[in-house]
């Protein structure tokens, strides 16, 4: 029987790293690395969602949402009224755009990256998608649903069929 007070730095780790590869195998990675990204979550009165045949209008007053008025900037609203959760991105020269927050491939969220003009997950397969959703990696995954927006003055209007 081993002395369990002397473990050395090696058994250690190795115990640890199996352990976490285990966990892996089991998907626990989901548990463990990050599904949540830093894009921040705007609240009523900052929109206001109105629905009519089955269609759903998410209504973004910009002076509440400052976060967006800077290029390269993205809010997320996660509304029990809608059922997806939704990233929207100031993609500059007065675009918008509204795309489903869900990776395709593990349903982590995905995050807006100006600098690269994509919206990246922020799980361990940081799968890469174009600012119209489409993936654009190796891994062939499922477009990220996409969402019209219109912009009339300092309202944003994003479409949303139920």
């Not at 250690?12 to 195998?25: D, P, Q, Y």
């Not at 008025?69 to 509204?98: C, E, H, M, S, T």
């Not at 990256?113 to 654009?136: L, P, Q």
């Amino acid at each position: 029987m081993k002395d369990t007070d002397n473990v050395s730095r090696r058994e250690f780790l190795t115990t640890t790293a199996v352990a976490g590869v285990c966990l892996c195998g089991l998907n626990g990675c989901n548990l463990i690395l990050p599904q949540t990204g830093d894009t921040p979550q705007i609240h009523p009165p900052a929109y206001e969602i109105t629905k009519s045949n089955g269609k759903f209008e998410i209504i973004i007053d910009i002076g509440k949402a400052p976060d967006l008025l800077a290029v390269g900037k993205a809010v997320k609203i996660i509304d029990p009224q809608i059922n997806d959760r939704i990233i929207v991105a100031n993609l500059g020269d007065d675009v918008f755009k509204a795309l489903s927050i869900h990776c395709t491939h593990n349903g982590a969220e995905v995050e807006y990256n100006h600098e690269r003009k994509i919206f990246k997950c922020v799980s361990y397969n940081r799968a890469e998608f174009s600012k119209d959703g489409r993936s654009i990696d190796s891994m062939n995954l499922k477009a990220l649903p996409s969402y019209s927006v219109l912009r009339q003055d300092d309202k944003l209007t994003v479409s949303y069929a139920a």
